[in-house]
């Protein structure tokens, strides 16, 4: 089952979150807000329609460049994804260098250049920014768009949804998107596996066609550089460029539930829920209610001072944090209110999000509050200012958004001109408590109960936001626990076979965040394990247990392992565990029948000797292990981490899996892992001195 390595990856992988805190004992006296002076940026328009915005800073001697294409919301269908491919392949190189090459030039200057589906950017010392720009508009008029490269990035696509499939995080942010706005709209429409599958060099083409062009593009350029240098250069690169004329989008409005609604994804493997309490809004930047709401959404949930993580985290611990975010914008946006929290006090945690969000509504918030929370904006935004690249921003924001032109100068004017009444009137009007939607994805075995005890509307959703029968466990006939373990002991080789492996060599590696990292496991029988991770041949990661005692290092750092983490490790009896399983030491417990990537897999709960628990679901039809969902905490947060087995292949006389993706949850975000297994060794290449 690899713990040692799923721990480790963990561990190194996640941090605590981390939240400002704000010094209650001395409250900010009201005041004048402070004022900000914003220079104009020179603003050219090129006879293609790009539109050059340059703001002249001479304090270091660089400059940058983003080109952004105001496209709008597009719809993907049944090749969603296709987007984010072709902004991938702008970065594969043009018609007239190859990807390496293409690197080369960029990288020999220390220039930083990344293109993306709206556009890109780029980075250089300002002796170097002619060539930065010029490097950036080939890649993005001339891209190379070759087959080999495409289906290398399509691969890739589909390996990390495969990782997302079993993410309880991943899942109930899609399903919640499609739930809010709609399947077949854009806004609520998401990739798959299939998606991806669906689409061709030829779709990714024709997108690039339609939507990259200078028809409502934006080309900002900041620093070190003065305006009319500016637009000859921009002139150069961009002023000969031709493309398709860009409509923006019509989409209608979606609707939220005439009564609030408890929408249920069963997530079978999950030992956390992802409550999302959500409704779609309409909030353009230019409304009135924009700036209260900034406010409002902060008090609610902005912060560890706010009404949600001080009461669902700080005073019932029900979860590490819960927050909530609402953003403005041309299109229809959502206010989403969100925790992940234990299966056991779903519906707790539930109640208390209502609560608090009656309260903003019903109760003026107190004048120290909306004080403290007045003036950490006046202070982020004043800081802000001092970035010219987010001056530029400003300036074509209010392009984009059909803004008054002062809008930013006058922009702490408004903040501090928002009273109490004004926080409690938007909370009213954005804040859903009536007709909420609420989204949780989880084990719905465990949560279901309490749910269905708040006397909402209860319906039941797949992880393809499709709706589906009330589920109950399967009914599993005349199978013990026994039965299953003894198929999979069979199905891997047998009692005999797997009693003659003393010792596991395996190599492999691990896909990251688009990184491959080599990693070399070793196992001694009964429990003895070593695992290294290594990046550009420097060790970054080494994990040891000597059967008694262990470590585990980290970037030079080394930490012994505490007694809770070496119970982790002390109840491992063999090298195949379950060969143990029968023998009193552990508990077993029959859940039922359910579905695991389509199969049908028995679900067993699983105590070990340390009361360390998982749960085990195993291929009702080959015997095989399909899937392992454990807790475990590392930095302080509670982790759901889930495993996934495939493509199991004979290594002398036994069956192991060469293919595993983890998802890791926690409640500041996660990680999803591909392991992917190059060559095993059996008996051979692992000695007792590898685990000192």
Avoid: C
Wanted: aromatic share 8%; proline share 4%.
């Amino acid at each position: 089952m690899r713990k040692i390595l799923l721990l480790a990856v963990a561990g190194m992988l996640l941090s605590n979150g981390y939240a400002q805190k704000i010094d209650r004992s001395h409250p900010p006296k009201p005041g004048p807000a402070p004022v900000i002076k914003l220079e104009d940026p020179s603003i050219y328009k090129l006879d293609n329609g790009v539109t050059v915005l340059v703001v002249e800073n001479h304090k270091v001697p660089s400059v940058s460049a983003t080109y952004y294409i105001n496209s709008g919301p597009i719809k993907e269908g049944d090749k969603a994804g296709v987007m984010g491919l072709m902004g991938g392949m702008l970065n594969q190189g043009t018609t007239s260098m190859d990807k390496a090459a293409f690197d080369e030039a960029v990288e020999q200057d220390g220039t930083n250049l990344s293109l993306n589906s709206q556009g890109g950017s780029v980075a250089a010392l300002d002796r170097y920014f002619d060539k930065g720009l010029m490097l950036m508009a080939q890649a993005i008029q001339n891209p190379a768009l070759k087959e080999a490269d495409f289906d290398k990035l399509k691969a890739q696509e589909i390996n990390g949804l495969k990782a997302s499939d079993k993410s309880v995080a991943a899942i109930a942010s899609n399903v919640t998107g499609a739930l809010l706005f709609g399947k077949s709209s854009p806004l609520g429409e998401f990739e798959t596996q299939q998606t991806v599958s669906n689409i061709t060099l030829s779709d990714v083409k024709n997108m690039y066609q339609k939507y990259i062009t200078p028809s409502n593009g934006y080309l900002t350029i900041v620093g070190d550089i003065k305006p009319e240098a500016a637009k000859k250069l921009a002139e150069k690169y961009f002023g000969n460029w031709k493309g398709e004329n860009i409509t923006l989008p019509t989409i209608a409005d979606a609707s939220n539930p005439a009564k609030t609604e408890i929408d249920v994804v069963n997530m079978p493997n999950a030992v956390q829920s992802v409550i999302n309490v959500t409704n779609v809004v309409s909030l353009p930047l230019s409304s009135d209610d924009y700036f209260a709401v900034l406010l409002a959404n902060q008090i609610l949930g902005g912060g560890s001072d706010a009404y949600l993580f001080k009461d669902i985290r700080e005073k019932h611990a029900y979860t590490y944090g819960a927050y909530s975010s609402i953003f403005g914008g041309n299109y229809q946006t959502s206010f989403r209110a969100s925790a992940s929290v234990r299966n056991a006090v779903t519906d707790s945690a539930l109640a208390l999000f209502f609560d608090n969000i009656k309260k903003i509504r019903t109760e003026p918030v107190s004048e120290e509050l909306l004080n403290n929370v007045k003036a950490e904006y006046n202070g982020n935004f004043a800081i802000g200012t001092e970035n010219p690249a987010r001056i530029a921003s400003f300036a074509r924001d209010i392009l984009v958004h059909n803004l008054p032109k002062d809008y930013y100068r006058t922009y702490l004017q408004k903040i501090n001109a928002v009273t109490a009444a004004d926080v409690m009137r938007v909370a009213k009007k954005y804040f859903n408590y009536d007709n909420s939607r609420v989204v949780i994805t989880g084990k719905a075995e465990d949560i279901l109960p309490g749910l269905k005890a708040m006397g909402y509307p209860v319906k039941l959703y797949d992880k393809d936001a499709n709706p589906v029968a009330a589920e109950t466990p399967g009914k599993v006939a005349d199978v013990s626990t026994k039965d299953v373990i003894d198929k999979y002991i069979n199905a891997i080789g047998g009692v005999e076979n797997l009693k003659k492996v003393h010792t596991l060599l395996v190599n492999g590696s691990m896909g990251v965040q688009g990184m491959s990292i080599p990693f070399v496991e070793k196992r001694m029988s009964p429990n003895k394990q070593f695992l290294v991770m290594t990046m550009n041949g420097n060790e970054v990661s080494k994990t040891v247990f000597d059967g008694t005692k262990g470590y585990q290092k980290q970037m030079g750092n080394t930490t012994e392992m505490n007694k809770e983490q070496l119970a982790k490790y002390t109840d491992q009896k063999s090298l195949f565990n379950q060969l143990a399983y029968n023998d009193g030491t552990y508990k077993l417990t029959m859940k039922g029948l359910t579905k695991v990537n389509d199969k049908d897999a028995y679900e067993i709960a699983v105590t070990g000797p340390s009361g360390q628990k998982t749960t085990e679901f195993y291929d009702v039809k080959t015997g095989y292990l399909l899937q392992v969902a454990m807790s475990s905490e590392a930095n302080g947060q509670q982790m759901s981490i889930v495993s996934s087995f495939d493509d199991y292949k004979k290594v002398d006389d036994i069956y192991l899996p060469f293919l595993q993706s983890i998802a890791i949850t926690a409640s500041n975000g996660g990680q999803n892992l591909e392991m992917k297994t190059d060559a095993v060794k059996i008996n051979q290449g692992v000695s007792g001195a590898d685990f000192e």
